[in-house]
Each structure stands twice: as structure tokens, then as C-alpha cells.
């Protein structure tokens, strides 16, 4: 074990900047190189996150966006994956200039990767990936996507490899994308839930009153660790009808993506997402037009949705006056045939 109270760390004192050099002090000044992991302790860095050296476009940008999305977590109707799969598919070129330690952080047992069989061999394994993308806007403006699967573990490190990229890339601002399942309908405007580690993000502060304590995500933890160590995160959560949570469900990426354009000063086109939203709202449509009960249990959300917009802030709550609210039983069975009856639709074309 290298005791090191009474030595100054100086990795570049010693004619080397290549590998962790550690300087000790006096007169007759001495070096001794580190293994890696112990120099990078040392240095701040993260020994869990591969950084591409050289960036051009990067080290030429003004202001530098990274956003985040992380598979497994927060992702109800697939929003946030199918916005961070249209950034990639928008951009001209998406060459990865980070790439994390999977193997320090996925859990293969909890959450096995897929491969084939073919006859009598194995072939096409999907290696679970945590990367960075170096993507183009459509004015050709760089930004980075974060995306990949969450981290089962080591969050911690993880946050510390998120910073490493931060500071080494020169990432001026992050912004992650998420969604939750709501007792809300499809038919009424998706909203969105801003939160950040600087209050200065949110200008026009926040609805929720009080606190609530919920479940962890890497997200989450990124963006409380980031703001303690100087660095801007914000994020965006749009609220999916709950009887939608298990399907693509665009309509709430295009309202992410409009938002992480507006907050990150970018543009994209957004005319393919927003064809699937118009596909998708119309099989949801057509469906209910030809299924009365799970209508009227639509119905019954709608009218709870307008009580609470009409009521006062002190008085709101989510049930229209004389309305009960359908047991979760009824939900259950109601929207089990809509899902499926959408599947079995999806199926047929």
C-alpha cells in the first residue's frame, strides 16, 4: 500500500505525459510511476469510461450539449429510447468518442443478452453498450447522446465517469429525457415534468408541492452528483397514459424532443416521429370507436383530467364531481383487451 500524505502528486513534473506519474518533493526530486487505476484515483478520473483523445468538431464548439438517455428506467411507452434512436438516425454521421466499462456495470444474469442459434453454432451476440455519440443537428451544430443500457450497479463510479466526460469534452450543459405511466388520457395535451440541480434551469418553477420519495435511477443520481460538483443538469419526464405504458407510444417522444431542442438550442426533424404519432393515435382511435367499454373508461379519465385543470391549486384533485374512479380491476381487464386487441391489429398489417 503507497502512502501518500507526504508527497506532492505531480504527474507531469517528470518529463512524461504519457501514463500516472507521482512526484515527490525536496531537494533531490524523485518519480515513480503508478499503475493505472491508482493514478487515475488520483487524478480525478474515472477508470471505468474510455474518452477518444482528440475531437476536432468538439474542441471547435462554443457550446457543448450532452443528453442522457438510459435504457430500463423511466422509459414508459419507450419515449425516451425512440427520441434517442431519432437523434442518432437524424444525424449525418454518429462516431462514439466515449465508451463506458460495461462489464463493471450490467448485471448478465439480471438482464441476459441476446444470441443466436443457428444449427449447430452461435452467432449475432447483442452486446449490452453504454456509449457516447458525437451526433450533428440539422444546421450541423455537434452534440453528444449518452445512451445505453442503465447501469445495474456501481453507480457511484458511473457518476464519476459521467464527470469524466463532462470535463474532458468541454460539455457545457446536460439534459436527460425520460417518462411515467399517469392516470391521464391520451386525449388531452401530454405534460412534462422539468426538474434540474440549478434552480435557474426551471424559470417557471415547479407545480409539485412537497416532497416525494421514489425509486433511484443512475439518471437521477447523475444529475444530484453533477450539481455538487459544479455541473449543470436538467431533465424532462413526460407523463404517458397509463393504459399506453407497454406500447410505442411517439406521440410523448416528439414532446421530449421538442423540448430538448428548445433547451439545448438545436434542431432536428422531427417528420418521422411525428408520421408514427399520427399512425398510432389513429389505431388508438379507431379502436375505441369500435370498443364502447374501454371508451367509456377513457371517458371516465377524461372528465377527472378537466375537474382537475378547472379546479383551484388548494382544491384540485384528479375526480370530476360524482365521478367514481374505475377500480384498478376494471382498468385492468378494460385495458388487457385494448392492448391486446392493438397487438393483434399491428399483427394483421
Known sequence: M???????YSPWDCGSRHGNILSLGGAAQQCIRLPDFEGDLLMGKS?????????????EAERLTMVVVLDGFLDAGNASARAARH?????????VVATFDVDAFHDYRARRPAISFIRDHYENYDAPRLVVRLLRDAGDEP???????????RWEAFAKA?????????????????????????????????????????????????????????Q???????????HDMQGFVVHIPHYLAQLD?????????ERVERAARITVDLSTVRSEAVTREEEITNYLREHDEVAEV????????????????????????????????????????????????????
Open 298 to 349: 377513457v371517458q371516465a379519465l377524461e372528465r377527472q383530467y378537466d375537474a382537475f385543470e378547472r379546479a383551484e391549486a388548494s382544491e384540485s384533485n384528479l375526480l370530476a364531481p360524482n365521478q367514481p374512479l374505475p377500480t384498478a380491476e376494471d382498468l385492468g381487464r378494460e385495458f388487457e383487451q385494448f392492448l391486446a386487441g392493438l397487438d393483434e391489429g399491428n399483427q394483421n398489417e
Open 87 to 95: 437523434l442518432v438516425e437524424a444525424s449525418r454521421t454518429a462516431p
Open 162 to 218: 459521467v464527470r469524466d466526460v463532462v470535463e474532458r469534452l468541454g460539455v457545457t450543459q446536460v439534459i436527460s429525457m425520460g417518462s411515467v405511466p399517469m392516470a391521464v388520457p391520451h386525449s388531452r395535451p401530454l405534460n412534462i415534468t422539468h426538474h434540474a440541480n440549478n434552480k435557474d434551469l426551471v424559470p417557471d418553477g415547479s407545480s409539485f408541492v412537497g416532497e416525494l420519495r421514489v425509486p433511484s435511477s443512475a
Open 143 to 153: 452534440y453528444l447522446l449518452l445512451h445505453g443500457a442503465e447501469p445495474d450497479n
Open 47 to 59: 477508470r471505468f469510461v474510455h474518452i477518444v483523445d482528440d475531437v476536432p468538431a468538439i474542441n
Open 249 to 257: 407510444y411517439p406521440q410523448a417522444s416528439v414532446v421530449l424532443l
Open 2 to 8: 503507497l502512502l501518500l500524505s507526504n508527497f506532492e
Open 220 to 230: 437521477s443520481l447523475v444529475e444530484l452528483r453533477l450539481g455538487e460538483w459544479g
